[in-house]
T-cell receptor, first 112, second 115 residues
């Protein structure tokens, strides 16, 4: 059974810092890995999707990497801003039904 | 806005009530999903529909009954719920079910409280 782990559960950094959020998964037979952002009381917004054949994806100040063999992904946020404060969830797709298995998320707080 | 709307946004119901959650997507997608997000637990997939046909039921109790009348609408009918069913229920859609996976677009969720 696939399990996704995100540690730590919460992170607080000062504005301007570059930071890395980690995600690990137990079964390397994945189709893709996605990073989502969730603001309090709201749904999820897709940030980046990395196919199993890819190593990384970039969007603006965000860069996500995937090491399928070791079961790890990182989300790099450059020059963090208070508006980046949110919960970041990692999810892996492990079936033809596009079934996503989620981690519990990392709640990020960027202090002004 | 992601193009996926959910109503109501908040719902309080007793254990003997019957209610329904509604999801509508304006993206022309063909796959729709229901997820449950409980406090301190990972998001859990409940149901998947592809071209109106249910393709996944993730061992969900029968007190939750999904309905997908067309590719744009998805309902979750609730009856005789338990307090532990209190959670945020999220709907999502994607273009279709593809082996390589598809980006899923989420609605804002319905916050459900069962008393």
């Amino acid at each position: 059974k696939q399990e996704v782990t995100q540690i730590p559960a919460a992170l607080s950094v000062p504005e301007g810092e570059n930071l890395v959020l980690n995600c690990s998964f137990t079964d390397s037979a994945i189709y893709n890995l996605q990073w989502f952002r969730q603001d309090p009381g709201k749904g999820l917004t897709s940030l980046l999707l990395i196919q199993s054949s890819q190593r990384e994806q970039t969007s603006g100040r965000l860069n996500a990497s995937l090491d399928k063999s070791s079961g790890r992904s990182t989300l790099y946020i450059a020059a963090s801003q208070p508006g980046d404060s949110a919960t970041y969830l990692c999810a892996v797709s492990t079936g033809a039904n596009s079934k996503l298995t989620f981690g519990k998320g990392i709640t990020l707080s960027v202090r002004p | 806005e992601t193009g996926v709307t959910q109503t109501p946004r908040h719902l309080v119901m007793g254990m003997t009530n019957k209610k329904s959650l509604k999801c509508e997507q304006h993206l022309g997608h063909n796959a729709m999903y229901w997820y449950k997000q409980s406090a301190k637990k990972p998001l859990e997939l409940m149901f998947v529909y592809n071209f109106k046909e249910q393709t996944e039921n993730n061992s969900v109790p029968s007190r939750f009954s999904p309905e997908c009348p067309n590719s744009s609408h998805l309902f979750l009918h609730l009856h005789t719920l338990q307090p532990e069913d209190s959670a945020l229920y999220l709907c999502a859609s994607s273009q279709a079910l593809h082996p390589d996976g598809e980006t899923q677009y989420f609605g804002p969720g319905t916050r459900l409280l069962v008393l």
